[in-house]
């Protein structure tokens, strides 16, 4: 008898993957959280029947969120990540040595402890020296910080559920206050392609719009994601990514990346019409 996980994208969509056994399945105070083994993605972690990543496809997402603000950004030294608990966002940034401390505000303890039995090839980030753990409300955490991180990333995974407080207006003045004046924050976008997906990547790109003065969005291919593509957004207040991108600095570093490039990196910020499109509205 076969097994098949299947996730609805929308109500004419549904993507299927076949399982060969299910490795966990439990729920957290925010969240049910399913850990499935598949041939073709490897191990895939799914959060109330959505899959957030698998073995096979999350460098993808990792690379791209950490590798595109740290190579605009000259001196970075201290970073907040939220969400970030399966620790694959850290790994990207333990190889940058000039960070002084990484701080991951997971809420959910659950989510950290599934991944660090299921995932070590992720969660091995956190057990960086620089990492600092806080299992706190994000929204609430950024409350308190003040002009003192270099680097934001929004990791978390939802705009709606427990996340949703990180997807609002006050979330993103909450990011500009805790920035330093040349800050930059990243985060994820969603996917723009089906229609409704498209009212979240809206207003999204709104709010950050309204709240730095420089707004850019970049995309990635991955393939477990609605559509297979992916958007991040980018909002800074000095450094522009394509104008202050420093490609030999980044290159000096010798990091290997399975995705990331610099050719991709200036790439990734060219968008289709659709969604040029649909960013402008958002900005007029």
């Given at each position: 008898?076969?097994?098949?996980?299947?996730?609805?994208?929308?109500?004419?969509?549904?993507?299927?993957?076949?399982?060969e056994?299910?490795?966990?399945?439990?729920?957290?105070?925010?969240?049910?959280?399913?850990?499935?083994?598949?041939?073709?993605?490897?191990?895939?972690?799914?959060?109330?029947?959505?899959?957030?990543?698998?073995?096979?496809?999350?460098?993808?997402?990792?690379?791209?969120?950490?590798h595109v603000p740290m190579a605009v950004h000259p001196n970075v030294k201290k970073v907040l990540v939220i969400g970030g608990g399966d620790g694959g966002v850290a790994r990207e940034l333990s190889h940058y040595e000039?960070?002084?401390?990484?701080?991951?505000?997971?809420?959910?303890?659950?989510f950290i402890d599934v991944c660090k039995k299921c995932f070590p090839n992720n969660?091995?980030?956190?057990?960086?020296?620089?990492?600092?753990?806080?299992?706190?409300?994000g929204l609430r955490f950024l409350r308190s910080k003040t002009d003192?991180?270099?680097?934001?990333?929004?990791?978390?995974?939802?705009?709606?559920?427990?996340?949703?407080?990180?997807?609002?207006?006050?979330?993103?003045?909450n990011c500009y206050r805790a920035l330093h004046e040349d800050g930059i924050m990243v985060y994820q976008h969603g996917s723009p392609f089906f229609d409704?997906?498209?009212?979240?990547?809206?207003?999204?790109?709104?709010k950050a719009f309204r709240s730095f003065p420089i707004n850019r969005v970049f995309q990635a291919h991955i393939?477990?994601?609605?559509?297979?593509?992916?958007?991040?957004?980018?909002?800074?207040?000095?450094?522009?990514?394509?104008?202050?991108?420093?490609?030999k600095r980044w290159m000096a570093r010798n990091i290997k990346t399975w995705y990331y490039t610099t050719h991709l990196h200036a790439g990734a910020f060219m968008l289709p019409?659709?969604?040029?499109?649909?960013?402008?509205?958002?900005?007029n």
């Open positions: 008898m076969e097994f098949w996980f299947e996730e609805l994208h929308t109500d004419n969509v549904k993507m299927s993957i076949r399982v056994e299910q490795l966990f399945s439990g729920t957290s105070d925010y969240q049910r959280i399913d850990v499935f083994k598949s041939p073709e993605f490897g191990k895939f972690l799914c959060s109330n029947g959505s899959v957030i990543f698998s073995e096979a496809d999350e460098f993808v997402y990792d690379e791209m969120i950490v000039e960070i002084e401390e990484i701080d991951v505000v997971e809420e959910d303890q659950m969660s091995c980030g956190l057990d960086d020296p620089r990492v600092k753990i806080f299992n706190a409300n003192y991180y270099d680097l934001i990333i929004n990791d978390c995974t939802d705009p709606l559920g427990h996340t949703a407080g990180m997807f609002t207006k006050e979330f993103y003045g409704e997906d498209e009212e979240s990547c809206r207003a999204m790109h709104r393939p477990t994601c609605p559509a297979g593509y992916w958007l991040f957004g980018f909002a800074s207040k000095k450094y522009h990514p394509l104008k202050d991108f420093d490609e019409r659709y969604v040029e499109d649909l960013l402008t509205e958002e900005e």
